[in-house]
């Protein structure tokens, strides 16, 4: 029963949008997971799930992006600890320990990180995240809805988005998902900035 009330605690913040009476709004993560195909439903879980947790684009800035300038991509257990000691206020060993679980679980689930083993001896590396084209969209059209803004410029949506900056994908799988966003009418282009 407790493990059901926090599944849907996580449902109600993390993925839902409400109106003034407490109802379920038809906000942003909904409207496109409402008419994606399922290849594309799972990434959007995964990015959506992975952003619940402020501390996941962070972590990915911290310790993803310098790893995958390195030769060597492995991230040291210890310094994953270090970013959540860092952002977690707590002096519970069980508490540090469970959001590093979840927090390496949605860094893996969005693609940013490979992990092999279990416990103190994982072997942690640094990847790219390849979203799919509609996940690359929700993540631009998430940050332009948070910013207050109705577009950004072309340049940044491809080197310095949420899209890129959370999942670490290339600049060429970048641009490859802003034409596919604009192609299917997801995301919109107007002069050099790209709005909703």
Not at 77 to 92: I, K, N, R
């Amino acid at each position: 029963m407790p493990r059901r009330r926090e599944l849907i605690r996580l449902l109600r913040d993390g993925f839902l949008d409400w109106t003034a009476d407490d109802r379920v709004a038809p906000g942003l993560f909904l409207r496109l997971y409402g008419k994606a195909p399922a290849i594309a439903q799972l990434d959007l879980v995964s990015l959506q799930w992975a952003l619940s947790h402020p501390l996941t684009v962070a972590a990915v800035e911290t310790l993803v992006a310098p790893a995958l300038s390195r030769r060597d991509r492995a991230i040291p257990l210890d310094d994953v600890e270090a970013v959540v000691s860092a952002h977690v206020e707590t002096g519970s060993a069980e508490s540090l320990r469970k959001t590093r679980t979840v927090l390496l679980g949605a860094m893996e689930g969005i693609g940013t990180l490979t992990t092999r083993g279990t416990g103190q001896h994982r072997y942690l590396a640094a990847s790219r995240g390849t979203p799919h084209p509609l996940g690359f969209a929700y993540l631009v059209l998430r940050e332009l809805s948070e910013r207050g803004v109705d577009a950004m410029m072309t340049s940044e949506v491809t080197e310095t988005s949420l899209a890129v900056r959370a999942t670490q994908c290339g600049q060429a799988h970048a641009e490859s998902c802003l034409q596919w966003a604009l192609t299917h009418g997801v995301l919109v282009e107007r002069g050099d900035e790209i709005g909703a």
